[in-house]
């Protein structure tokens, strides 16, 4: 439950042997908490405790119309990830508790009013989104979406029906707005600083963070990654921007790190994540 008292979708995984480390799975923008369930099944297979979710009106998490559903971006950070890391904490209650953030689940981190509980961070394909550093032809579809699909929708259904062109969930206007609103300005967050993000913790937050990128990213390049890691500016971070084809893949980009194709293929991918939580505290 939230503090706008909406009931989240949730699913746990438990190891065998007793945790002492645990991880949230922070998803991307309109992904349901499925799509990363063989990552977070081999997460547990290591010791590790994990919890998936599905943010406000996504996937089990829509309790209403989706056109009357008033999730923002910011609630995601501001309510849901944080009630999220409550619940991991009742959940394995004498570990330390770190966070893997996909895309926006790792750029809503600095809107969490509990950060201060999160022992560390390893973010995939993270970064400002930001239109303008895109290349050709990516950048048109991205301001077709954008600036056309968005708004055209919103105004005639009440919401973003981006599953139709293979963007994830259908997604909350105030969702898609903002998203909109950020990627055409100065990316994720930056934007909204000072104007509908007035609270934020992005100057104080501290802890280890480990983000990886992917070449083949179109949204996600390393200038937009390093657009947002400039934004969190007391974060040690170590960036790891990895070709595909170095690891025998054709294909990563924005999604397929999760895949367990991907694993099955190059695990020294996977490996990286169990090798980062290892070492934290």
Known sequence: ??????VLTATVYHPIAAVKKAVMIAPATGIKRQFYHNFAHYLAEQGFGVLTFDNEGIGE????????CDASLISWGRHDMPAILDAL???????TYHLIGH???GQLIGLMPNYQSIASVFNVACSSGRIKNMDMPYKLKAMGFMDAFIPLTNLVLGYTPSDKIGMGEPLPRGVA?????WCNGAGYIKTALGKSIHTHFYDDIAMPALWLGFSDDEIANSKN???????FTQMPVEKRFLNPQDFGLNHIGHMRYFSSRTNAKAPELWQMAIDWLKKQQ
Do not use: C, H, P, Y
């Open 61 to 68: 998490s829509l309790t209403t119309d989706l056109a009357k």
């Open 1 to 6: 439950m939230t503090e706008r008292n909406q």
């Open 177 to 181: 707005r903002q998203w909109r609103e």
């Open 225 to 231: 990654m390093d657009d947002m890691i400039r934004v």
């Open 89 to 95: 904490q009742d959940e394995f209650a004498d570990a």
């Open 103 to 105: 895309s926006a689940g």
